[in-house]
């Protein structure tokens, strides 16, 4: 077949060969994930394959490249994956990993549904390809989440696919802190932060059992040395008593600015599966509830969205950067925004652009990390929260999230209330606008798009002012309008 399709259309194709994968025959009750594999050679032609399509527990990539196309020279050709693929020393030997048969087909360009959830292998089959000079591209959110819920088996069963992986270490290294800690001892790691993560988990072993520690091991929180286990870093930072004296960029600094002036600061160096619950306590304790005079009824609310802060925080600590060590997460509370900036751009491929459109694909920088919050219900299994931030500020009638890049920290700001959108604009353009065009930013900035009739409807205007406002708010560079005729929409552009 000769490809016409774009790469949208592709990543579609491979999702429905994907649904053509046929499970392995297992006594052990372990789902088979779901693989479809699209190629498209220089010359345009489209072949496809399926996980076990021609042999029970054949992976897509290896019976498309090796059992439908060994021999064939496919220099150049374009992948398309709905799994990561396996990273070297995720197999046992002799078997030769797909990210590996990727790179000696001389493949130019990958497109990658979503992580291999297995915390030992998630994104390394993105590096290696990356490594070698391939350009690596994610799926389409959404397709992600159709790929997820299409494998909802496959991924409840992450930690034991870990304990499938290869015991020796892995040819990928992501970061140091996967090694282990120099003078860490297993003695470091708190027992109360390992009761949360065992409570929460819902995990059957007793903390410091043998086969508790074994799962430390298989999650890359410890490593085995002559006979010893020792933490690694990862394993510090979730779990260690004191991980700031291991790492300076540990932890959070939190600080509230009050309307008075005044300021109050606090350093939560804590293990990191401790640091959202006592924020959360700290914040509630500086900033009690405040009433809502909005309504006929006076009722009080809490003075933050705990939700969505409890989500930008775990988010920071999970994806931050650790090779940044100047640099630590923090967190700021004014009177209009929480502010919680992390150290480091977005993993590649994702850009601050996508994060901002709420579209980023799901990818996560440290696996260790949010395998761990995932597992005791502090984040998204794959993603990086937008859909969340971005429900909840709807929800709330709040000015959706902004994020924006400040070197060297991704900053990511919530608002505190309707009146807070004032603050996501300009003075000068701030003062340009009515009373009535402050009203309608206030309602803009809680949308990604709308209609004029939506507007209108809204903040009950007259049709002709509402275009009016329209019109002013591009002009202001605030708002691109999208489509013609019925079709037109417009689309919020955060400054």
């Given at each position: 077949?000769?490809?016409?399709?774009?790469?949208r259309?592709?990543?579609?194709?491979a999702?429905?060969?994907?649904?053509?994968?046929?499970?392995?025959?297992r006594?052990?009750?372990?789902?088979?994930?779901?693989?479809?594999?699209?190629?498209?050679?220089?010359?345009?032609?489209?072949?496809?394959?399926?996980?076990?399509?021609?042999?029970?527990?054949?992976?897509?990539?290896?019976?498309?490249?090796?059992?439908?196309?060994?021999?064939?020279?496919?220099?150049?050709?374009?992948?398309?994956?709905?799994?990561?693929?396996?990273?070297?020393?995720?197999?046992?030997?002799?078997?030769v990993?797909?990210?590996?048969?990727?790179?000696?087909?001389?493949?130019?360009?990958?497109?990658?549904?979503?992580?291999?959830?297995?915390?030992?292998?998630?994104?390394?089959?993105?590096?290696?390809?990356?490594q070698?000079?391939?350009?690596?591209?994610?799926?389409?959110?959404?397709?992600?989440?159709?790929?997820?819920?299409?494998?909802?088996?496959?991924?409840?069963?992450?930690?034991?696919?870990?304990?499938?992986?290869?015991?020796?270490?892995?040819?990928?290294?992501?970061?140091?802190?996967?090694?282990?800690?120099?003078?860490?001892?297993?003695?470091?790691?708190?027992?109360?932060?390992?009761?949360?993560?065992?409570?929460?988990?819902?995990?059957?072993?007793?903390?410091?059992?043998?086969?508790?520690?074994?799962?430390?091991?298989?999650?890359?929180?410890?490593?085995?040395?002559?006979?010893?286990?020792?933490?690694?870093g990862?394993?510090?930072?979730?779990?260690?008593?004191?991980?700031?004296?291991?790492?300076?960029?540990?932890?959070?600094?939190?600080?509230?600015?009050?309307?008075?002036?005044?300021?109050?600061?606090k350093?939560?160096?804590?293990?990191?599966?401790?640091?959202?619950?006592?924020?959360?306590?700290?914040?509630?304790?500086?900033?009690?509830?405040?009433?809502?005079?909005?309504?006929?009824?006076?009722?009080?609310?809490?003075?933050?969205?705990?939700?969505?802060?409890?989500?930008?925080?775990?988010?920071?600590?999970?994806?931050?950067?650790?090779?940044?060590?100047?640099?630590?997460?923090?967190?700021?509370?004014?009177?209009?925004?929480?502010?919680?900036k992390?150290?480091?751009?977005?993993?590649?491929?994702?850009?601050?652009?996508?994060?901002?459109?709420?579209?980023?694909?799901?990818?996560?920088?440290?696996?260790?990390?949010?395998?761990?919050?995932?597992?005791?219900?502090?984040?998204?299994?794959?993603?990086?929260?937008?859909?969340?931030?971005?429900?909840?500020?709807?929800?709330?009638?709040?000015?959706?999230?902004?994020?924006?890049?400040?070197a060297?920290?991704?900053?990511?700001?919530?608002?505190?209330?309707?009146?807070?959108?004032?603050?996501?604009?300009?003075?000068?353009?701030?003062?340009?606008?009515?009373?009535?065009?402050?009203?309608?930013?206030?309602?803009?900035?809680?949308?990604?798009?709308?209609?004029?009739?939506?507007?209108?409807?809204?903040?009950?205007?007259?049709?002709?002012?509402?275009?009016?406002?329209?019109?002013?708010?591009?002009?202001?560079?605030?708002?691109?309008?999208?489509?013609?005729?019925?079709?037109?929409?417009?689309?919020?552009?955060?400054?």
């Amino acid at each position: 077949m000769k490809n016409k399709l774009n790469n949208r259309e592709l990543m579609e194709m491979a999702v429905e060969v994907m649904r053509q994968s046929v499970p392995e025959p297992r006594a052990d009750g372990k789902a088979s994930p779901k693989v479809g594999a699209v190629l498209v050679k220089p010359d345009g032609t489209v072949e496809t394959a399926c996980r076990g399509e021609l042999r029970h527990g054949d992976h897509a990539e290896f019976t498309l490249l090796e059992r439908k196309n060994r021999g064939n020279k496919l220099d150049g050709s374009t992948l398309f994956a709905t799994l990561e693929p396996c990273a070297p020393g995720a197999r046992r030997d002799p078997k030769v990993d797909c990210a590996e048969r990727i790179c000696l087909a001389r493949i130019k360009e990958v497109w990658i549904g979503i992580q291999d959830p297995d915390p030992k292998i998630a994104r390394k089959g993105v590096a290696h390809l990356e490594q070698n000079g391939i350009k690596v591209h994610m799926f389409d959110r959404d397709l992600q989440e159709v790929i997820e819920k299409e494998n909802k088996d496959f991924l409840a069963q992450a930690n034991e696919r870990a304990a499938e992986a290869k015991k020796g270490p892995v040819g990928i290294i992501l970061s140091d802190l996967e090694n282990k800690l120099p003078a860490a001892v297993l003695a470091d790691f708190s027992d109360e932060a390992l009761a949360i993560y065992r409570e929460r988990a819902k995990i059957a072993e007793v903390v410091g059992a043998s086969e508790f520690n074994r799962r430390l091991l298989q999650q890359g929180l410890l490593k085995e040395d002559k006979g010893r286990l020792l933490p690694t870093g990862f394993g510090i930072l979730l779990f260690g008593k004191e991980p700031r004296r291991a790492m300076r960029q540990a932890g959070l600094l939190a600080a509230i600015h009050y309307p008075n002036g005044e300021q109050e600061r606090k350093e939560f160096d804590e293990p990191a599966v401790m640091i959202p619950d006592l924020l959360e306590k700290w914040l509630k304790d500086k900033l009690p509830n405040v009433v809502d005079r909005s309504k006929m009824r006076r009722e009080e609310r809490p003075a933050l969205p705990f939700e969505m802060v409890r989500e930008a925080v775990v988010n920071a600590l999970i994806h931050r950067d650790y090779d940044i060590k100047g640099g630590k997460c923090q967190l700021v509370v004014t009177k209009d925004t929480i502010t919680v900036k992390s150290p480091g751009k977005p993993p590649p491929p994702i850009t601050v652009e996508q994060l901002q459109s709420f579209t980023a694909p799901m990818l996560s920088r440290n696996p260790e990390l949010h395998f761990v919050f995932a597992r005791i219900g502090m984040a998204e299994e794959q993603g990086l929260g937008l859909g969340s931030l971005r429900d909840r500020a709807q929800e709330l009638r709040l000015p959706l999230p902004k994020y924006t890049w400040i070197a060297p920290y991704l900053v990511l700001t919530l608002y505190r209330s309707a009146e807070a959108a004032a603050t996501t604009l300009d003075q000068d353009v701030l003062k340009s606008l009515s009373k009535s065009e402050q009203k309608g930013w206030q309602w803009i900035a809680t949308k990604e798009t709308m209609t004029s009739i939506e507007y209108a409807e809204a903040l009950k205007l007259p049709y002709r002012t509402a275009m009016n406002h329209l019109r002013g708010f591009q002009e202001l560079g605030l708002l691109e309008k999208i489509g013609s005729g019925r079709a037109t929409e417009y689309r919020i552009l955060r400054p």
